[in-house]
């Protein structure tokens, strides 16, 4: 079985309050893309175990990856006695707040979900997502939407316009949880939702370009400087909706003008950037 595994950006991150438990209340807009993993699934009936390889070079041990971990769950719940070959083609880049670990667990869940015909339950398909990593759930979805709590609470967002989307990925990626650490010493601000869901839907680019926000931008950038250089030279070519996604280190811009899209990805690529072209899911 073959399936794809597709990337997110966000255009709101609010980091609410950490919990007693370690987790973090969030408020998010997130929007999926084209841009994907593909993932293929074999069983393998003579093995006594599951393996998982990647064709990313930083990427080759894989046993502790997202997607072994739901194999886990899977089977500690279900108590099946297959085994698998899973391999990962790479094109989400990594530690770049682009969700390519959680959209493989998604991805893996719905897989295993139709290949074992475990007829899970979507609450308790979304149950297990949370237990995996909050940005799981909203993967399983693949919708646009706002994804509050520790991202088990999902509302679905009507997108005006599908967006053409260029990304930047730093040379250096950013750690998940190293940015939370350092966040968790900060003092974080905190934007306007309201008004970054009516631009979605009203299609008010002027209103989403001065609404987009994310929390964790401050925190990233005092760990790496060339986010705001890459910020600021997308802006410089006239892109106007423009941040960072996640807890970093990838820097988008959105824009309805394909063809003014794909003269930027071409000049990027060119000066030599780590860049890519995708928009978002329709």
Known sequence: MFVKA???INVYLDVVSKRDDGYHEMKMIMLPLELHDSIQIEFLPYLCDSYVTCDHVDLQETKYNLINTTINKLRDLYQFKQN???NVHKEIPIQAGLGGGSSNAAATLKAFNNMLKLNIEPDKMNCIAKTIGADVPFCLLNKPALVEGIGE??????LKHQYFVIIIKPKTGLSTKHVFEKADTMT?????INNVIEALKSGDDELLAKSMFNSLEKVSLSMLHEIQIVKDMLFKDGLKMVMMSGSGSAVYGLSTDNNFVKRLYKKYEKEGYEVYLTRTLK
């Open 6 to 8: 597709y990337a997110k």
């Open 84 to 86: 698998f070959n899973i």
């Open 153 to 158: 609470k999902i509302t679905e967002i009507p």
């Open 188 to 192: 974080l601000d905190h934007g306007n």
